[in-house]
């Protein structure tokens, strides 16, 4: 089991509780979302000026097609994790499994798991963890997964079973704890990095649409500071 974290974000360190909670409120995430979306959206928007190589390699696929796109991947992305079922996970700590520290896994909740996959669940202590399912166990009469069960899989892992229940007595994880099934990853950050300076060369309309669109309180945060930063200047 590696403890895992949900983003970059998440630690009170990091950002103070009041902007944890709104960015974790559906209806601030759906008001910023509107916001990016009437921003990069709009006619004559400047984010249609930025040439890429693409626009040279494939003249066809227009400018205003990679702001759709970019847009159209984020919104995809956060109607995902509102709803529950993606989740972007960032590993703090390897304790049972052998991912990378310091690696993103993308997990998504839309089948059941299977003996062999891998699962982000919720432990009953308040941290959340990545685990490879050893057993499954479905309803009567139905081929439904109603609980399972997981182990590390580094030699000498510690046992699974002390985080499903407050006490540590059940043998099997309920299935509600489980946030979803590993679909893709690990990723590096520099490897995604690399992928990001490749992208924005290719397509930078594309990427800044994404980037407006998928982090909009965080660029709406950082447009608030450049502007006072600006103003502290102009009048000082």
Same mark, same amino acid.
């Given at each position: 089991?590696?403890? !895992?974290?949900?983003?970059?974000?998440?630690?009170?360190?990091?950002?103070?509780?009041?902007?944890?909670?709104?960015?974790?409120?559906?209806?601030?995430?759906?008001?910023?979302?509107?916001? !990016?979306?009437?921003?990069?959206?709009?006619?004559?928007?400047?984010?249609?000026?930025?040439?890429?190589?693409?626009?040279?390699?494939?003249?066809?696929?227009?400018?205003?097609?990679?702001?759709?796109?970019?847009?159209?991947?984020?919104?995809?992305?956060?109607?995902?994790?509102?709803?529950?079922?993606?989740?972007?996970?960032?590993?703090?700590?390897?304790?049972?499994?052998?991912?990378?520290?310091?690696?993103?896994?993308?997990? !998504?909740?839309?089948?059941?798991?299977?003996?062999?996959?891998?699962?982000?669940?919720?432990?009953?202590?308040? $941290?959340?963890?990545?685990?490879?399912?050893?057993?499954?166990?479905?309803?009567?009469?139905? $081929?439904?997964?109603?609980?399972?069960?997981?182990?590390?899989?580094?030699?000498?892992?510690?046992?699974?079973?002390?985080?499903?229940?407050?006490?540590?007595?059940?043998?099997?994880?309920?299935?509600?704890?489980?946030?979803?099934?590993?679909?893709?990853?690990?990723?590096?950050?520099?490897?995604?990095?690399?992928?990001?300076?490749?992208?924005?060369?290719?397509?930078?309309?594309?990427?800044?649409?994404?980037?407006?669109?998928?982090?909009?309180?965080?660029?709406?945060?950082?447009?608030?500071?450049?502007?006072?930063?600006?103003?502290?200047?102009?009048?000082?």
């Amino acid at each position: 089991m590696d403890n !895992a974290d949900d983003d970059l974000f998440s630690d009170p360190a990091l950002l103070p509780s009041v902007l944890m909670r709104a960015r974790d409120d559906t209806r601030v995430q759906l008001v910023a979302w509107l916001a !990016a979306t009437a921003g990069v959206l709009k006619p004559g928007e400047a984010l249609w000026d930025w040439p890429g190589l693409l626009d040279f390699l494939v003249p066809q696929v227009t400018r205003q097609s990679q702001v759709v796109f970019g847009w159209g991947l984020a919104t995809i992305l956060l109607m995902g994790a509102a709803a529950g079922r993606l989740h972007l996970v960032f590993t703090v700590e390897r304790r049972a499994m052998t991912f990378p520290l310091r690696s993103f896994l993308v997990f !998504a909740r839309l089948r059941h798991p299977c003996v062999g996959s891998i699962v982000y669940f919720d432990g009953y202590d308040g $941290k959340s963890y990545v685990s490879r399912v050893q057993a499954v166990q479905r309803r009567p009469y139905s $081929k439904a997964v109603s609980c399972i069960q997981t182990h590390g899989d580094l030699p000498g892992a510690p046992s699974d079973q002390p985080l499903y229940s407050p006490d540590g007595s059940a043998a099997w994880l309920d299935l509600q704890a489980v946030r979803g099934t590993l679909v893709a990853g690990p990723f590096s950050v520099p490897f995604l990095t690399v992928l990001g300076c490749v992208a924005g060369i290719l397509i930078p309309s594309g990427v800044r649409a994404f980037f407006i669109t998928s982090q909009a309180l965080f660029v709406a945060l950082l447009y608030m500071v450049i502007r006072i930063v600006v103003l502290m200047f102009a009048f000082s």
